[in-house]
C-alpha cells in the first residue's frame, strides 16, 4: 500500500509550508524511498500561469509545460519527485474537469455535488500520482491555511483518505506558528485553535511542526501535546533558520521528523544519508568567498518573484566554493534615473537580468546590458534578459533607431524580436506561447558549447516572442553571435556577445532544474566568471 503524507497550514500563511513539505520529501528520499509530491492549491484560477508574480511569486515551468506554484520549484530543489502537470491541483482545474463530465453526461442524471463529485476528483487526482508502483510515499501541500472557505473541499477530501485508506497509510502534519509576544513570551493559543479548526473538519494531525523564533521548551511542547492530541515526540519545533534553506531538513532530521512518520505509517526505517545536505550548508554557511551578483528586473519588490533564479545562483556558488550575495536592482529606477548605473553596479563581480513581460523597466534593462557588455562585466540574460541583448546591441552597435521588441513597441521601427508569422495568424485565439521541455542543438566553437559540453540540449521554456530572423546575419555578422538554436535551426536559443569575458542569453529557463548539490552548467560558469571579474576588479580573487 502506498503511503500517503499531507502537509496543512494553520494560522496564517507564508510559514514556510512548501519547504516544509519538500524538506520531509527530502529525508524519506536520504533514507532510500521513492517520494512524489503534490500542490493542492484552492483557487480557482486553473493555473498559475496568468498570476502576477507580484502577487503570486514565480510562475514554476514543468517539463511538460504546466504552468504551476512555485512551491513545485522547491520540490525540484529538494527532491527528485517526478514533476508534471500531474503534480499541480487547483481547484479551477478540479471544477472544470467535473463540470466537462457532467456536460457529457457522465453523472447519469445524478445531482452534481461538492461530497461526493468534487472530492471524489480531488482523491482521483491525489491517487493517479501516489498510487504509481514503486513509489513509497507521496507528500501532499494542501495550499492555504486551515479555516479557508475554499480549502474545505480539499480538507474534506483528506479526511475522506484517512478514513478510507486507514491512520497507517496517510498521515496529517500540521504547520502552526508560536507566536513571540512584546514581553519576548511564546504563545502556544493560536496553534490550540488552528488544531481545532481542523478537528472540527474531522482531521486530527499525527505531527505539529511550530515555527518559532526559537527552540520549544520541552514543558511547551508537552503543553501542545495536551491541547492537540499529538504525542508529545510529534510536536516538532520548527525553528527560524538564519543561514540557509538548506539547513531546514538538518533542522527537521535532528528533531527526528522523518522517523516519527515513518514509525506512524508503520514503515521500516532505513539509515539515513545526509551528507549532500551538511556539505551544501557548510559551502552556503562556511565558505569565506564572497560574489556579489546583481539582478536586474522589475518585480523586485517581492522577494519571490525570481525565486528559481536566486536559488540557481546561490547553487552556483556552492558549485565554486563560494557564498553569493543577490542585489536585486529596480530597473525602473535605473530608467527614471533614480539610480546611476555607474554607482551601483561599481561593487558588482555579475550581472544578471531574469525573464519577464511587459514593457515596463525595459529601458532600464538596455541600460544595464551596455553596461555590462562594454564595461566586461559578466552578464546572464534568461529569456527577456537575452532579447534585451538583442535590443540593445541592435540599438548601440548597428546602430538601428527604434530597434525593440514588438511586445513593447508593437510597430516599432525595427522589430528585432517579435512574433513569428504563425503566431500572428493565430494571435486571437492564444496558446501561442512556447512552453515547456524542448531541444536546443550547441553551435561548435561557441562559449554556450563549452559550457555544456553537449551538442544537443534540452531545457524548459516559457515565452512568446523570438529573435526575428531577418536581423539575425546582422547581428551576428557584427558580434552578437548565434550559441544554440531549435533543432531545425528556424529559431535563435542562445547568443553571446563576441570577445566579451562572459555575456551570454538563453531564451529558454535553465533556473528551474539546477540543484543546490547539482548547479546547472550556466549558473556554475556564470558565478565562475564573476568570481574571476573580481579577482581582476579588486586584485584579490574573492577575499570578503
Ligand atoms: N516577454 C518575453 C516573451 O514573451 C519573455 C518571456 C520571459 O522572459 N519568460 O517572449
Known sequence: ?????????????????????????????????????????????????????????????????????????????FTASTLSRANSITTGQIYQEVIRRERE????????????????????????????????????????????????????????????????????????????????????????????????????????????????????????????NVDVDGVISAYDIKSTLYEIPLMYHQQGLDSICLSRLEMEIPEADLSGWERVVSVVTGSSQVVRIAVVGKYIELSDSYKSVDE??????IANDSRVQLIKVDS?????????????????????????????????????????????????????????????????????????????????????????????????????????????????DTLIRSVYGEEIIYERHRHRYEVSNSYRQRLNESGLTTGGVTEDSSLVESLEWAGHPWGLGVQFHPEFISRPADAHPLFREFIGASIRYRGQ???VVGET
Open 1 to 77: 500500500m502506498n503511503k500517503y503524507i499531507f502537509v496543512t497550514g494553520g494560522v496564517c500563511s507564508s510559514l514556510g509550508k512548501g519547504v516544509a513539505a519538500a524538506s520531509l520529501g527530502s529525508l524519506l528520499e536520504c533514507r532510500g524511498l521513492t517520494v512524489r509530491m503534490i500542490k493542492v492549491d484552492p483557487y480557482i484560477n486553473v493555473d498559475a500561469g496568468t498570476m502576477s508574480p507580484y502577487q503570486h511569486g514565480e510562475v514554476y515551468v514543468t517539463d511538460d509545460g504546466a504552468e504551476t506554484d512555485l512551491d513545485l520549484g522547491n520540490y525540484a530543489r
Open 332 to 444: 525602473e529606477k535605473i530608467e527614471r534615473g533614480e539610480i546611476d548605473p555607474e554607482k551601483v553596479f561599481a561593487e558588482i563581480d555579475g550581472i544578471l537580468v531574469p525573464g519577464g513581460f511587459g514593457s515596463r523597466g525595459i529601458d532600464g534593462m538596455v541600460r544595464t546590458a551596455e553596461y555590462a557588455r562594454t564595461r566586461g562585466i559578466p552578464y546572464f540574460g534568461i529569456c527577456l534578459g537575452m532579447q534585451i541583448m538583442v535590443i540593445e546591441f541592435a540599438r548601440n552597435v548597428l546602430g538601428l533607431n527604434g530597434a525593440d521588441s514588438t511586445e513593447f513597441v508593437p510597430d516599432c521601427q525595427n522589430p528585432v524580436v517579435s512574433l513569428l508569422e504563425e503566431q500572428i495568424d493565430v494571435k486571437n485565439y492564444g496558446g501561442t506561447m512556447r512552453l515547456g521541455r524542448s531541444a536546443s542543438r550547441l553551435l561548435p
Open 105 to 228: 453526461g457522465r453523472y447519469l442524471g445524478r445531482t452534481v455535488q461538492v461530497i461526493p463529485h468534487i472530492t471524489d476528483r480531488i482523491k482521483q487526482r491525489i491517487r493517479a500520482v501516489g498510487d504509481e508502483a514503486g513509489v513509497h510515499a507521496t507528500i501532499v501541500e494542501v495550499g492555504g491555511t486551515v479555516g479557508d472557505i475554499e480549502s474545505y473541499p480539499f480538507l474534506e477530501a483528506v479526511r475522506q483518505m484517512i478514513h478510507e485508506l486507514g491512520k497507517k497509510n496517510v498521515l496529517a502534519v500540521h504547520l502552526t506558528l508560536i507566536p513571540e509576544v512584546a514581553n519576548g513570551e511564546l504563545k502556544t493559543k493560536p496553534t490550540q485553535h488552528s488544531v481545532k479548526e481542523l478537528r472540527e473538519i474531522g482531521i486530527q494531525p499525527d505531527v505539529l511542526l511550530c515555527r518559532a523564533p526559537e527552540q520549544l521548551p520541552e514543558d511547551m511542547r508537552r503543553k501542545i501535546a495536551l491541547f492537540t
Open 312 to 317: 540557481a545562483l546561490i547553487h552556483g556558488g
Open 537 to 539: 576588479r579588486s586584485g
